[in-house]
Nanobody, 121 residues
């Protein structure tokens, strides 16, 4: 099986920074796109940033210039560096990854369990 485990959430003041990490483990053959989504109370889950196995990352307009997504393919890990945080960034952040498991001829999208980010003074 495959697991995505997130870490790095917490409480931060407006203008502060946080770094989220998400490590994939299990019977992994290949990891394609990896990304971060978030869901605020009463709102739908939305894409924050996405990064392919190679190529340029995409960002939601609301986070462009403040957030940076990166990945370490050797560690099967994706990161989200969040700077200049605003109260409206408060949400549960979920990572996901498009993964082909060993011995399987198709890809599956996996999700992490979510990590809370709260931006408040």
């Amino acid at each position: 099986q495959v697991q995505l485990v997130e870490s790095g959430g917490g409480l931060v003041q407006p203008g502060g920074s946080l770094r989220l990490s998400c490590a994939a483990s299990g019977s992994i053959r290949s990891i394609y796109a990896m990304g971060w989504y978030r869901q605020a109370p009463g709102k739908q889950r939305e894409l924050v940033a996405n990064i392919p196995s190679s190529g340029r990352a995409d960002y939601a307009d609301s986070v462009k210039g403040r957030f940076t997504i990166s990945r370490d393919n050797a560690k099967n890990t994706v990161y989200l560096e969040m700077n200049s945080l605003k109260p409206e960034d408060t949400a549960v952040y979920y990572c996901n990854a498009l993964i082909q498991r060993i011995g399987v001829g198709y890809t599956t999208k996996y999700w992490g369990q979510g990590t809370q980010v709260t931006v408040s003074s």
